[in-house]
């Protein structure tokens, strides 16, 4: 009863806290991982409280490291970096080993291609690229095969026809 000094109805108590945790979970859903329940409570709701602030924490670290991986791959141009995420568990981990899998074999990939590009600018036409490959890299991996095996005949060629002069 107002006035009367009598704690509020339980629905009322729990109201405010359970539409804060709503809406800061629906802002997860959304994308927002800024967003943090605020509103003070104990027990079941605190721990749920804090269960929703961390993984909004969580998503924000790892929305953070995919993001700044990204950059240093596509921007910058470095293939050896890896997510930070070092405690990552169960399905956050599986998530990271994805991510810094899918990076380490493009760079496999992109190594192994650069390291007989290198070679054939040095004249060596004996290097072939060897990584496992599918799709767009198997296609740039059988053309530039094809040009050192087609370099490779021309300079033998080439060498012959010295020869018999």
Same mark, same amino acid.
């Given at each position: ?19 804060d945790i709503s809406r800061v979970v629906a802002a997860l859903a959304a994308g927002d991982?800024?967003?943090? !329940?605020?509103?003070? =409570? ?6 749920? *409280?804090? &269960? /929703?602030? #961390?993984? +909004?924490?969580? %998503? ?10 990204s950059g240093e791959v596509t921007v910058e141009g470095r293939l050896g970096g890896r ?32 390291? !007989?590009?290198?070679? =054939? ?6 290097? *072939?690229? &060897? /990584?496992? #490959?599918? +799709?767009?890299? %198997? ?22 026809v010295a020869r018999e002069v």
């Open positions: 009863m107002p006035g009367s000094g009598a704690e509020p109805p339980r629905d009322e108590v729990l109201s405010e806290p359970l539409r991982f800024r967003r943090q !329940v605020t509103t003070r =409570v104990d027990g079941e709701l605190g721990a749920l *409280k804090d &269960d /929703v602030n #961390a993984l +909004g924490a969580r %998503l924000a670290a790892l929305t953070g490291e995919v993001h700044r991986l997510v930070d995420l070092v405690d990552a568990e169960g399905g956050w981990r599986t998530l990271v080993d994805s991510v810094d899998g899918m990076v380490a074999g493009l760079a496999d990939q992109v190594r192994d291609l650069s390291r !007989v590009a290198q070679a =054939v600018a040095r004249g060596d036409l004996s290097q *072939k690229i &060897d /990584v496992s #490959a599918r +799709g767009e890299i %198997l296609e740039l991996k059988s053309t530039i095969n094809t040009m050192v095996d087609q370099l490779s005949g021309f300079a033998a060629e080439v060498t012959r």
